[in-house]
């Protein structure tokens, strides 16, 4: 499951936990942190919509960033694919 992308800094991550009245957010990346650690994911740079989080459900796959290898600050990335036909 566990995917480094591009160096230790972004990575695929399972959803774990969310909470879309409280807005957390946790994932886990098994291969590097193991299967019972979860992370959680920054509140820098979201904000409610209509009074609730957007979360994503527990299970999703995401792509997941950090700004330090202390892993102090994760961060969803959003990856909206653009199909060209």
């Not at 480094?4 to 972004?10: A, C, N, R, S, V």
């Not at 409610?48 to 299970?59: F, L, Q």
């Amino acid at each position: 499951m566990y995917t480094e992308i591009f160096g230790p800094y972004i990575h695929r991550a399972i959803v774990s936990s969310s909470d879309e009245i409280t807005g957390e957010i946790k994932v886990r990346i098994p291969s590097k942190f193991g299967p019972e650690i979860a992370l959680d994911i920054s509140f820098i740079g979201r904000q409610k919509v209509d009074g609730v989080w957007p979360v994503p459900a527990i299970g999703t796959q995401v792509v997941v960033a950090t700004d330090s290898r202390e892993y102090t600050n994760m961060f969803i990335l959003n990856v909206n694919p653009i199909v060209q036909g």
